[in-house]
Structures are given as C-alpha cells and as structure tokens.
C-alpha cells in the first residue's frame, strides 16, 4: 500500500459517497408529500439498492481521469500491474456498499421494501376519537383537527411480514456481492494498459458494460420474483456473486500475467 494507493482509495470513496448522496436527495426531493426526511429515514431504503452502480461510478471516476491514466503508465513502467494499481480504488468504492450489506443484515430498522417491489397499497386513515386527528401509516401523516399535517414515525419492520423469506439477508449479501463486484469490473475497464490497443480497450469497456447490465437484470428479475413468493429471495445473491467470482479470477490471471 503506497501513498498513491491511499489517495485512489480515498478519491474512489468520495465519489462513491457523493453519487450516493445525489442519489439520496433526487429520491428525498421526489418523496409523495415532501416530509421530513429525518422522520421518514426509513425511505431511504429506496436509495440502497442503487449503491452498488454508485461503487461503479466511483470506481470508474476514480480511475478515469487523464491525469490518473498517466499516473499508472507510469506505475506500469516501474514495475506495477494495473491489476495492483486499480486494486485501492476498487477497495475505496466498493466499502460503501460492503458497509450498507452489512447494516441491512444488521439492523432491523432499515426498511429493505425498494428490494422487493409491489403494487402500491391504497393509502388509508383512521379516525382517532382522542385528538379528532386522521393518520395515515402508509403516507407517515397525521392530520390533525385543525388541518395541520404532522409527520409520524413509520416502523421499518412495518411490512417486512408481507416479505419473503431470508428477505433482509439476501439483501444484505446481494448489496455487498454486487458493490465488490461492479467495483472490481469497473475499475478494470477503465485501467489503460499500456501493450493494449484501443480496439481492444473498447471491447474491454463493452464487455464490462454487458457484464453490469445484465447482472443489475437478473438481481431486478430474481427480486421481484422472491416478491411474488416465485422464488426465493436468496436467489438474488447469485448473480453478484457469480460476477464477483469472475472479477476476481480475471484480476488473478491479470496478476499472475503481468508478475
């Protein structure tokens, strides 16, 4: 670990955490009936299953830049594979994303709804005899008598009844696979290897490219079908983790190659 690696790592985690910001705020900004996002924290569950695509884009930002790109020739002259060189901002992106699997396994607060979507239930409210107020569990509302609306506190185990089985832990896993992956896949298609012609860097990217896409659709396709109890929810694991093994194979081989 040198002080370039250290630096690649950092950069590679700031970019993951503000794509994962943005992320949040689109979601926060578009949120049905604009309420506080401090009582609603649970809705941020929306926004987790993206942070896999944004340990991507960090690690491609990361490592994408021109003056980056020198820097690793010149790595690569000394010595250094480029399998060693992107292997810290890969480390950097993907930590976000190990560390959301690991809250999502963890805590029983994070609501884990945006990885199993379902038709829309009818909003309702309930009439409280007490303080003549309306409130509604689904929106996260109460209206009190005089019109005033008043955000409440929505449990984030509230519908994890209504989900499949192993629901919160093939979320868990499915979270820090996918980041570890597309981090490792990313950052290997953006690294510029010197002998490589550009025909040949194309084809790195698009295959990269085809690789991501189609893991994000067998996760979407898996999830939703563990949601209609079609099957199981650890199903969604498998995709990632057939990636990750094949990212992590071909950053071995590139090692082995390039030792």
Do not use: K
Request: glycine letters at 6%; hydrophobic letters at 55%.
């Amino acid at each position: 670990m040198t002080r370039w690696d250290v630096r690649s790592f950092v950069r590679a985690l700031a970019v993951t955490l503000l794509a994962l910001a943005l992320v949040w705020l689109v979601t926060a900004a578009t949120d049905e009936g604009q309420l506080a996002a401090s009582v609603h924290a649970g809705r941020a569950g929306r926004t987790l299953p993206i942070a896999p695509f944004c340990s991507a884009v960090g690690a491609a930002l990361a490592l994408g830049t021109a003056r980056v790109r020198e820097e690793t020739r010149a790595l690569e002259a000394l010595g250094r594979s480029p399998s060693q060189t992107a292997r810290a901002a890969a480390l950097g992106s993907a930590l976000p994303s190990l560390l959301i699997g690991l809250a999502i396994g963890t805590s029983s607060q994070i609501d884990i709804s945006g990885f199993y979507p379902r038709a829309p239930r009818v909003d309702t409210f309930v009439y409280t005899e007490a303080d003549h107020s309306f409130t509604s569990a689904t929106l996260g509302v109460r209206i009190a008598s005089d019109g005033d609306a008043h955000p409440v506190f929505v449990s984030a185990r509230q519908d994890e009844d209504n989900l499949p089985p192993h629901a919160r832990a093939a979320a868990s896993l499915a979270t820090a696979a996918a980041g570890l992956a597309l981090s490792v896949v990313a950052a290997a298609a953006v690294m510029r290897v010197s002998l490589q012609t550009e025909s040949t860097r194309r084809r790195r990217r698009f295959v990269a490219g085809v690789q991501a896409l189609l893991c994000a659709l067998l996760m979407l396709v898996a999830f939703q079908a563990s949601a209609a109890r079609v099957t199981p929810a650890l199903l969604a694991v498998l995709p990632p983790a057939l990636l990750l093994v094949r990212a992590l194979l071909g950053y071995r081989a590139r090692h082995v190659y390039a030792a």
